[in-house]
């Protein structure tokens, strides 16, 4: 009897709170499906989360191997991430290595039976470059629709957002806020703020430092965070110790960054690491925070 009163109080609470009832609603989690960088390490993919609310899918960039790793996560368990249900993407910026996996997540999805466009969100230059990559994909698009396969006529179709900072979106289940990140000479770099019934879960995107990021944690439920080695061998050359110290944080900096924004858990991705043992790093950022952080691997769940 108890558990239903409880369950009765749950209901008029989120009910109270503004979002749609939804009892059966399971927590907002995020999906780290890639953790890589350029490198071509084979145990980590190109940059690429998934925030999952509601069995949505909200993908953040799209590094190589995105719909691959979906399907991997998809096989773990989360039915969000089947590649036809990839619907909706937020990209912090358009370095390659968080883009490569672009004309991927705009045909494979389709030729699997999508048949909704991508919506695709992110700084301005994206729409030059989508229009690109539907060009260079033209003949392939023909051969589907007009040959056997009879491919349908919408799901390789984009629907390009360029954002500025603010709330660039909001449905029944999250409310999205972009935000300004230092990412070296790029004009427009952005992190994410994802707010759900539940969650507030803040991804920093690629960058160095910034107040920004704390300002929108402040206390959130799960802060993803980027974060380089300070110790690797191309900082003893000047321009790539400029390159890092601008574009990027070192973990003593994510230490700093992570004790004043207070999230409750700390997921480090984007681990641009090469040859710093992971011993290295916790000593590092310990330095600085107290609070519960890990250093994520691909596909894990938070
Ligand atoms: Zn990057
Ligand atoms: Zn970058």
């Known amino acids: ?70 399907a991997a996560a998809e096989k773990n368990g989360i039915a969000a991430l089947k590649a036809k249900e990839l619907k909706i993407v937020f990209i912090t910026h358009l370095h390659s290595d968080h883009t490569l996996g672009y004309p991927d997540l705009i045909f494979s999805p389709w030729v699997l039976g999508r048949k909704d466009a991508l919506e695709a969100y992110g700084p301005h230059g994206l729409k030059n470059m989508t229009s690109h990559i539907e060009k260079a994909w033209t003949e392939d698009v023909r051969i589907r629709r007009r040959g056997l396969e009879q491919a349908n006529a919408t799901g390789y179709e984009v629907k390009v957002h360029e954002i500025q900072a603010g709330v660039v979106y909001r449905d029944e289940n999250v409310t999205v806020t972009a935000f300004p990140v230092k990412h070296g000479i790029w004009k427009e770099a952005y992190g994410y703020k994802f707010e759900t019934r539940d969650r507030k879960i803040v991804i920093s995107g690629d960058t ?9 944690c402040d206390g959130c439920d799960v802060l993803l965070h980027e974060v380089y080695n300070p110790h690797g061998d191309e900082l003893n050359d000047p321009h790539w110790k400029e390159y890092f110290r601008t574009f990027h944080t070192s973990p003593a900096e994510l230490g700093e960054i992570a004790r004043r924004a207070r999230p409750k858990l700390l997921v480090v991705y984007h681990q641009v690491l090469e040859r710093l043992p992971e011993s290295d790093l916790v000593e590092q950022i310990k330095k600085q925070y107290s609070g519960n952080w890990v250093s994520a691997r691909d596909l894990s769940v938070y």
């Open 1 to 70: 009897m108890k558990k239903y009163f409880l369950a009765f109080v749950a209901a008029v609470a989120s009910c109270v709170s503004g979002f749609a009832v939804d009892q059966g609603a399971a927590p907002a989690r995020v999906v780290v499906l890639g953790t890589g960088t350029p490198s071509a390490d084979p145990e980590r993919w190109g940059p690429a989360l998934a925030v999952v609310v509601n069995d949505r899918a909200y993908l953040i960039d799209c590094g190589p191997g995105v719909v691959r790793r979906a």
């Open 208 to 216: 160095a430092p910034t107040d920004e990021v704390v300002k929108a």
